[in-house]
């Protein structure tokens, strides 16, 4: 069972991130604030345009970020193979370093909204596994 709901319902908070480059990198990334209390090595599903891809949180001296979004959470626990789905978000709404972009807080710790400022969105929350579930999923995969 899903339900729709919108970025400017009460049931999402909404964060303020910073578009940046990925170290070295010219590829795009987002500096996550703080506040969005989102640890390193959590994986995450997130939402560009209505498509769901997975992304893994990292962080490094100035906070959390997200370097990509990947098709599965396979791709993106892995090495980074894959197309980077959150790279070609950026490119596709022509956006440069240093703006802000709304990430919108779902379902805190598994659903989040990525969207330029001012645009509205409409989210499917699907209810996310119950965490034994999750983690005998994990153990069967890591065998």
């Known amino acids: 069972m899903s339900d729709r709901v919108a970025s400017d319902g009460d049931a999402v908070t909404t964060y303020r991130a910073e ?3 990925s170290g070295g990198t010219r590829r795009p990334c987002l500096r996550l604030p ?5 640890d390193a090595g959590e994986l995450i599903r997130l939402v560009l345009d209505g498509d769901e891809y997975h992304a893994q949180v990292e962080a490094d001296a100035s906070g959390p970020l997200l370097r990509g979004a990947y098709d599965n959470r396979r791709l993106a626990r892995s090495d980074r ?3 980077n789905r959150l790279v070609e978000w950026v490119r596709g709404v022509d956006l440069e370093v240093g703006r802000s972009i709304d990430v919108d807080e779902v379902t805190p ?3 989040y909204g990525v969207r330029v400022p001012g645009q509205r969105a409409v989210y499917t929350v699907t209810h996310r596994p119950d965490d034994s579930l999750a983690s005998i999923a994990e153990d069967l995969r890591d065998q």
């Not at 703080?34 to 989102?38: G, I, V």
């Open 19 to 21: 578009l940046a480059r």
């Open 34 to 38: 703080d506040d969005a209390a989102l």
């Open 81 to 83: 193979e894959g197309t």
């Open 109 to 111: 710790g598994d659903l």
